[in-house]
């Protein structure tokens, strides 16, 4: 079983529609949790960066962290066709510095 | 401020043979790490550097080595390369060694084995 799951989706939703990817996970000493977009063939772009459990919002995204359930959701809110793109939930423990374990992906397509 | 740049940004390698790629952090960053990308596996840690030192290692073979220059640049070097090593290497970033820094991504190395 690995560490975190991710659903590979493919999702697709029309545009304007709320989108909710989740990821779950295992490891209880996961502290820190982040949500990159990754387009085709470029490096993944950090979109939010949240410690331990709560909320955090940026603009139409919103990051949430629940650690007793160990399961993070991300949402975005008025989803565009610039959205469309691959999702990775990523997490690390503390002291983990760089060394981040990911999900594999959620392929969202917003269709216009 | 530019980002982390990688290169080469596409090679084809033959089996057996080795391969060094190349990393600049972003300007100021200290710490710098190295992912391996297959459609397979996702994206997995290889190892990461700060001030010229192996601070973490993942759970690859000693094939897959790397080093950390004085003015913060890095390579990775893949030894014997084997077809599976087929994959969009990167590399990534953060401002100084403490824990909880914000990690910056290049656009990455597409290597080919055949």
């Known amino acids: 079983q690995k560490e975190v799951e991710q659903d590979p989706g493919p999702l697709s939703v029309p545009e304007g529609a709320i989108v909710s990817l989740n990821c779950t996970y295992s490891n209880s000493a996961f502290q820190y949790f982040m949500w990159y977009r990754q387009y085709s063939r470029k490096g993944p772009e950090l979109l939010m960066y949240t410690y331990s459990s709560g909320n955090k919002e940026d603009g139409r995204f919103t990051a949430q962290v629940d650690k007793s359930s160990k399961y993070i959701s991300l949402f975005i809110r008025d989803s565009q066709p610039s959205d469309s793109a691959t999702y990775l939930c990523a997490m690390r423990t503390a002291g983990g510095y760089q060394k981040v374990t990911f999900g594999t992906g959620t392929k969202l397509q917003v269709i216009p | 401020k530019a980002g982390v740049t990688q290169t080469p940004r596409y090679l084809i390698k033959t089996r057996g043979q080795q391969v060094t790629l190349s990393c600049s952090p972003i300007s100021g960053h200290r710490s710098v790490s190295w992912y391996q990308q297959t459609p397979g596996q996702g994206l997995q840690f290889l190892f990461e550097?700060?001030?010229?030192?192996?601070?973490n290692k993942g759970n690859f073979p000693g094939r897959f080595s790397g080093r950390q220059f004085s003015n913060s640049r890095s390579e990775m070097n893949v030894s014997t390369l084997e077809l599976g090593d087929s994959a969009l290497y990167l590399c990534?970033?953060?401002?100084?060694?403490?824990?909880?820094?914000?990690?910056?991504f290049g656009e990455g190395s597409w290597l080919t084995v055949v």
């Open positions: 990534a970033s953060s401002l100084a060694g403490v824990d909880g820094n914000t990690i910056y």
């Open positions: 550097y700060f001030s010229e030192t192996q601070r």
